[in-house]
């Protein structure tokens, strides 16, 4: 059974650096075409995709934000970690990891985790 | 970086009927669209991937058409569940985008 979940501060205070953690289970992030995204949400607005990162460790980013966001793996804790820097209240939203499994559904996610809300604020 | 759009942004309805949804990508996708419901305070459910395959378990009244720039979303009987917001998404290449939903509500 997969499994996703994120993890983070509920409330960051604007500049403030913000830290996300997807914890999953059921897959690894060394097979061959699995792949996670972080998407978000702010409260009543449409889904916004960040950032991905694949077994194969490539890394891609939302443009507007790409200068922000660092994504990285850790395949021994079956982890994915998101960094945000120079956090905004623009940026509060709930924030999403999904799962991608290249190798049945193309580049569409497939999982979803439930979502931490982050709030800036000071 | 490729847009896309939605339409309409909502719709009434009633249970029974039948709802289309369309998504419109800037530039040619081919067939790399996606869909996915999500009900209030909850996390998106994948529906759709590829324009037109059904994830596991994804009701059949659910199917998606289209390709290059134009797709649909239809659920042919609308059923209690399906009220919700629907989002399209691209994968044809990065940076990976959504459209902005379209909610289903209630007539």
């Known amino acids: 059974q997969v499994t996703l979940r994120e993890s983070g501060p509920a409330l960051v205070k604007p500049t403030q650096t913000l830290t996300l953690t997807c914890t999953f289970s059921g897959f690894s992030l060394t097979t061959s075409g699995m792949c996670v995204s972080w998407v978000r949400q702010p409260p009543g607005k449409a889904l916004e995709w960040l950032a991905f990162i694949n077994w194969d460790d490539d890394k891609y980013y939302s443009t507007s934000l790409k200068t922000r966001l660092t994504i990285s793996k850790d395949t021994s804790k079956n982890q994915v970690v998101l960094t945000m820097t120079n956090m905004d209240p623009v940026d509060t939203a709930t924030y999403y990891c999904?799962?991608?499994?290249?190798?049945?559904?193309?580049?569409?996610?497939?999982?979803w985790g439930q979502g931490t809300m982050i709030t800036v604020s000071s | 970086d490729i847009q896309m759009t939605q339409s309409p942004s909502s719709l009434s309805a009633s249970v029974g009927d039948r709802v289309t949804i369309t998504c419109r990508a800037s530039?040619?996708?081919?067939?790399?669209l996606a869909w996915y419901q999500q009900k209030p305070e909850k996390g998106p459910k994948s529906l759709i991937y590829?324009?037109?395959s059904l994830h596991g378990g994804v009701p059949s009244r659910f199917s998606g058409s289209g390709s290059g720039t134009d797709f649909t979303l239809t659920i042919s009987s609308l059923q209690p569940e399906d009220f919700a917001t629907y989002y399209c998404?691209?994968?044809?290449?990065?940076?990976?985008?959504f459209g902005g939903g379209t909610k289903v509500e209630m007539k």
């Open positions: 999904a799962r991608t499994y290249s190798n049945v559904a193309g580049g569409a996610f497939d999982m």
């Open positions: 590829a324009a037109s």
């Open positions: 530039q040619d996708i081919s067939r790399w």
């Open positions: 998404q691209q994968y044809n290449s990065f940076p990976f985008s």
